[in-house]
């Protein structure tokens, strides 16, 4: 059933279509549906009245043309939005029916592609929404990764739309304490950019099951440039999904916060049932010489990027979520299974309708089966030929909190041992595999994984919950400091710890409930919790702070930031002279104090043990008493 010649560059050049017309495009008049199925006899298109897949209440079919370089079109005269509709593809004697790849929208659950006027979803001011950051670079982000449900899903967050794209937009919101939670939460804290886990349209949640039934991250693609069902107030009605999705981006942008999107074009949730590979077989999907889908993304299948099609799909896409919905970043799941061209392709192209994006993704090497010859994959040792693209930077997390393949081993705030090394890599963002710091997105915890504190009570049984905070807090004090993007899970400020119902604690929480999953409100009533959020917003503050802690190529980090000699074992210190500012900063994991001479003059302390901000909490000389388990930053004004 897989066509073998799909790669061939005879297939390319006959059958590459490069117009900006595929899907559906509506005006008051007429909407032109053009789709591309080279392989396809017959083509027809299916007018519905509903988007439910299995109602029986189809308005007409008609035939499709022929047309340039395999694809297919007809111009339908009326108004068509919200009319339904589908493809009837024949080939070799099967009849397949299948959604557009290219929907704009969809009925319940992505069977049935809904014909749409985008213009009548904007929000009010989408012609003047910009996004907050677009003159900033990479390394002003702070990134804070939040799934759309782990947000309100909490009876305590006190927001209304729970589960739903537009509990973001809810402000006032408080726990049953008086303490913010929701948007105004996160805008208090400094972050600078929201990352949301997958909005597109996924399979795994049934969207015809009443709200908060089922759970998951959303990894598994069925509709790349839908909004996601079942976080609309009502999934049944394709416009409603899109109108809340961009009210959410434009309320955010009022509050001063960017929007990145995790897109995940590395594989689809079922690859037989995939829409692009029903209408042309197997186009999108690479397979072994065996005819198996390539399974290196360890969720059946991996997208075949190298493919003139499924390139062009991809840039259109992410084109069109930059554009129509005004995404200012995108973060690539499994990326190194997509091929360089199509990110370099798709940077250039968005940038071009969209100022102020950033990229970066999971370059981790991974085992696929290439459909050409001389592919470059997106993988980190790869990241010279991507500028400006950021790679999840693993070296730092592992360091940091110990690898990811073993929970109970410690890292450099939890007692390993011989870690200098690695930390000055990690905060000089000079890794083997990047010199350059503005591809290399800074973190210890993402969705992936233990959260931070329970990793550090697996790795530390025998530390107390003062030792955990404070193993916590260096953690965060050195990624936020170090050169590169910071990015972490949100509520991993609030001590979050994913706690599983019979004991242990939760790695992979993708499909677990609410209960499991979402940020706990609650936790804010005790002064520890907001003690850690403080810490968290007082790195955020400094960092802003001080453009000598975001600083954008090697030379000037060689030039600027000094690792300090001859302390004792474990400890760590650097000293960063920018422009007009001189810091110095220590991180000492040890369970005891250390002592670490300073350089001549008065020094105001920033960052002590668990407290972080701008304002000097006292003024040293001579020698800093950094208390264990701790970070202290220093600062000063330059000597000109
Ligand atoms: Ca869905």
Redesign the pocket.
């Known amino acids: 059933m897989i066509a073998k010649n799909y790669s061939t560059q005879t297939f390319e050049k006959k059958y590459t279509y490069t117009g900006s017309d595929l899907g559906a495009v509506w005006t008051k008049e007429y909407t032109t549906f053009r789709v591309w199925a080279p392989t396809a006899v017959s083509v027809k298109l299916r007018l519905y009245e509903s988007g439910t897949h299995g109602t029986q209440d189809l308005l007409e079919q008609l035939d499709m043309t022929p047309d340039i370089k395999g694809t297919w079109i007809l111009r339908k005269p009326g108004d068509l939005n919200g009319v339904y509709y589908t493809f009837l593809v024949e080939r070799d004697g099967i009849t397949k029916e299948a959604c557009d790849p290219y929907a704009r929208t969809t009925g319940v ?2 069977r049935r592609a809904m014909v749409i006027d985008l213009e009548s979803t904007n929000p009010a001011g989408w012609d003047l929404d910009r996004n907050p950051h677009q003159n900033r670079g990479i390394v002003d982000a702070v990134v804070y990764e939040l799934h759309i449900r782990d947000l309100s899903a909490d009876p305590d967050s006190g927001i209304r739309n729970r589960g739903k794209f537009l509990g973001l937009t809810e402000t006032g919101t408080k726990n049953p304490y008086g303490q913010a939670t929701g948007l105004d939460y996160i805008r208090d804290l400094g972050v600078t950019h929201v990352q949301l886990l997958p909005v597109y ?3 795994s ?1 049934d ?1 015809t099951l009443p709200e908060g039934t089922q759970y998951n991250w959303g990894y598994d693609p ?1 509709n790349y440039n839908v909004p ?3 976080y609309s107030t009502d999934p049944f009605n394709g416009a409603v999904r899109v109108r809340e999705l961009k009210q959410t981006v434009k309320t955010l942008h009022d509050n001063g916060l960017a929007v990145v999107m995790d897109v995940v074009y590395n594989h689809v949730y079922d690859a037989g049932r995939f829409c692009f590979n029903r209408i042309v077989p197997g186009y999108f999907s690479r397979v072994d010489r065996y005819g198996r889908y390539s399974n290196g993304s360890g969720c059946g299948n991996d997208t075949a990027s190298e493919r003139s099609m499924v390139r062009k799909y991809i840039v259109d896409s992410l084109c069109y979520w930059a554009q129509e919905y005004h995404m200012d970043g995108f973060r690539f799941d499994l990326v190194g299974l997509l091929d360089v061209q199509t990110i370099r392709e798709a940077m250039d192209a968005v940038r071009k309708v969209r100022p102020g994006v950033i990229f970066y993704g999971e370059g981790w090497t991974l085992q696929t089966e290439l459909t050409k010859p001389n592919v470059d994959l997106m993988v980190q040792a790869n990241s010279a030929l991507v500028p400006g693209f950021g790679f999840f930077n693993d070296s730092a997390r592992d360091t940091l909190k110990g690898t990811v393949f073993d929970d109970e081993a410690p890292g450099y705030v939890s007692g390993a041992l011989d870690q200098e090394p690695w930390v000055r890599e990690c905060v000089m963002g000079l890794n083997s595999w990047c010199k350059d710091p503005t591809q290399s997105v800074n973190y210890v915890s993402c969705h992936d994984n233990m959260t931070l504190y329970d990793r550090l009570l697996l790795s530390a049984p025998y530390a107390d919950d003062q030792e955990l905070i404070h193993m916590n807090c260096l953690a965060a004090a050195i990624y936020m400091l170090s050169q590169g993007m910071p990015l972490f899970q949100a509520g991993e400020e609030l001590l979050r710890s994913k706690p599983l119902p019979d004991g242990g604690y939760d790695e992979n929480s993708y499909r677990s409930p609410d209960s499991v999953n979402s940020i706990k409100w609650g936790t804010l009533r005790k002064k520890e919790y907001r003690r850690v959020r403080d810490f968290y917003r007082g790195l955020i503050a400094f960092r802003k702070a001080h453009p000598v802690l975001r600083l954008t190529d090697a030379k000037q980090i060689l030039e600027s930031l000094t690792p300090v000699e001859g302390l004792k074992p474990n400890v760590t210190a650097f000293r960063l002279r920018g422009q007009d500012e001189d810091l110095f900063m220590i991180f000492n994991p040890n369970r005891e104090e250390t002592l670490v001479a300073l350089p001549q003059g008065d020094w105001n302390v920033c960052v002590r043990e668990t407290t972080a901000g701008t304002e000097p909490l006292a003024t040293v000389r001579g020698r800093a008493e950094v208390p264990a388990i701790s970070a202290m930053v220093l600062e000063r004004k330059a000597e000109k």
């Open positions: 659950n992505g349209d996924y399979g949640v969207e069925v996601e069902g079942s």
